[in-house]
């Protein structure tokens, strides 16, 4: 069966530094990926797609950024954490087109 | 491109209570529309799926939602709330144009005792 590993759970990080959350799919292959933002009151914003490796998406200019180094690895990113930055940020895999996706549990970022 | 709108940020409801949520959608060309829950601090769960098949589709925990095309909606129901129903649900749209889920704002809702 299909799993989906998003880590850390939660991460207390200081304006300015950088950031890395790392997100894997297991069970399946050729994966389309998905990072999500959810902050209150703005419901899920889709950050970034990947629907193969080295091939990214991006919806919203801003400070962050996406890779996918290899088929079921998707990795979010930035160099400078600002405090908008500040969110519960969800990686989800999906099937391809008209499939619905599957989430991680979320990493909870407080930029401070 | 697509979207979801959906009515009301928050919804209470009555234990025991039907619940209604509301979903409209805006697509250009026939839409696959989902619904799913969120537990605090956790990722989202499917509730349930439109594929173009049948209209009426029934989920996961007693909900159903129904696809009405002249309305542009796929609003979520469960006849009798419980407690355990108290979470935050989102509508999601998607084509078979397009690599991209679209999610709405999503609705709380609150169960009543």
């Known amino acids: 069966s299909q799993t989906i590993h998003q880590w850390p759970a939660t991460l207390v990080q200081p304006v300015g530094s950088p950031l890395s959350l790392e997100c894997t799919v297991e069970?399946?292959?050729?994966?389309?990926l998905y990072w999500y933002r959810q902050a209150a009151g703005r419901g899920l914003q889709l950050l970034f797609y990947?629907?193969?490796?080295?091939?990214i998406s991006s919806e919203v200019p801003q400070n962050l950024s996406a890779s996918r180094p290899q088929d079921r690895q998707f990795i979010l990113s930035s160099k400078k954490l600002l405090l908008s930055d500040s969110g519960f940020y969800l990686c989800a895999w999906g099937g391809q087109r008209n499939t619905e996706a599957f989430f991680g549990q979320g990493t909870r970022l407080t930029v401070v | 491109a697509q979207s979801v709108t959906q009515l009301g940020s928050h919804v209470s409801v009555s234990e025991g209570a039907l619940v209604l949520l509301r979903c409209n959608y805006s697509?250009?060309?026939?839409?696959?529309l989902f619904w799913y829950v969120q537990y605090p601090n956790q990722g989202l769960q499917l509730l349930l799926k439109?594929?173009?098949?049948?209209?009426l589709v029934k989920g996961i925990n007693g909900f159903e939602a129904e696809f009405k095309k002249s309305e542009t909606s796929f609003h979520l129901t469960k006849p009798s709330a419980h407690m355990s129903d108290a979470a935050e649900y989102f509508c999601?749209?998607?084509?078979?144009?397009?690599?991209?889920?679209?999610f709405g704002k999503g609705t709380r809702l609150h169960i009543l005792p």
């Open positions: 999601a749209v998607t084509t078979n144009r397009d690599d991209k889920i679209i």
């Open positions: 439109y594929t173009s098949a049948a209209t």
């Open positions: 990947s629907v193969g490796i080295g091939q």
């Open positions: 697509s250009s060309v026939p839409p696959y």
């Open positions: 069970g399946t292959s050729n994966p389309n």
